[in-house]
């Protein structure tokens, strides 16, 4: 996947909105007013943070451990940042887009 594939898949995803609250340098996705996926714009290589669930975040990092890391500048236990350099591919990317989605979806669900 590249930033515009990642980016049309996000936006497909329904009910997302994109802004940069934090500068032009990070494009944030929010579902119900809750972020679940930063894109950095200023790294030499294509990485994003997405919301995981504490448990999973963990198996994700064991298993991944080169290229699913702690969510950089989040919250270590609900947060991994993904680096696409073709280790992960195009359906396990968007499997994890989509669990995040999900679980702000769902939460921010419950919560109204």
């Given at each position: 996947m590249n930033i515009e594939q990642v980016?049309?898949?996000v936006l497909s995803l329904g009910d997302v909105e994109e802004?940069?609250?934090f500068g032009p340098s990070v494009v944030v996705y929010k579902t119900n007013n809750k972020i679940f996926l930063l894109l950095p714009l200023d790294t030499e290589d294509l990485r994003f943070n997405v919301k995981c669930d504490p448990?999973?975040?963990?198996?994700q990092r064991l298993e991944y451990p080169d290229c699913i890391?702690?969510?950089?500048?989040?919250?270590?236990k609900h947060w991994n940042t993904l680096i696409v350099d073709g280790?992960?591919?195009?359906?396990?990317?968007k499997q994890f887009i989509t669990d995040s989605y999900d679980?702000?979806?769902i939460k921010s669900k419950r919560k109204g």
């Open positions: 980016r049309e898949f802004s940069c609250p448990e999973q975040a963990i198996r890391l702690p969510g950089y500048h989040m919250n270590k280790r992960l591919s195009g359906s396990q990317l679980l702000v979806k």
